[in-house]
């Protein structure tokens, strides 16, 4: 998998745009077990962003698809879980809500287009937990 960032081209600047610049620190969950805590996009899928992000603006619009995707794998992600090293709790949940929000703010600028849909496939609604509530096991084993 290529990672290049160079600031003086689209691929770099969106992925200044998207947090995405530090190679095996980018901004996505895990993939698979054994990888590292998160991943980057690849050169290729930075690329296909700036290419089919659906705006006048190869950049914002490229940097809103990234976004969208992005809350579609977390939304795909363990619900929660704590990080062994600081004992602090990730919330996958509050991660994709706060990608799903950073793409409609960069598809709201001038040239960020209307959309993907990228997450019209595999999204789901955990609506029913609401911020704060204690996580059960819904299916207890009896003792």
Do not use: C, H
Not at 3 to 20: N, Q
Not at 23 to 28: D, H, L
Not at 51 to 60: E, H, K, L, P, T
Not at 93 to 114: I, L, Y
């Amino acid at each position: 998998m290529a990672f290049t960032y160079d600031l003086s081209t689209d691929r770099g600047a969106t992925r200044l745009s998207i947090g995405d610049t530090i190679e095996f620190a980018g901004p996505r969950p895990t993939q698979g077990s054994g990888g590292p805590a998160q991943t980057n996009f690849s050169d290729d899928e930075i690329d296909y962003f700036l290419a089919n992000g659906g705006g006048s603006d190869a950049v914002i619009s490229g940097a809103a698809l990234g976004f969208e995707i992005l809350a579609s794998e977390w939304t795909s992600y363990a619900l929660s879980e704590k990080d062994g090293a600081t004992g602090n709790m990730m919330n996958a949940k509050d991660t994709a809500d706060t990608f799903a929000d950073r793409a409609d703010e960069w598809r709201a600028k001038p040239g960020g287009g209307t959309g993907s849909n990228a997450l019209q496939s595999g999204l789901i609604d955990y609506n029913f937990q609401q911020k704060g509530d204690e996580l059960t096991d819904p299916f207890p084993i009896a003792e």
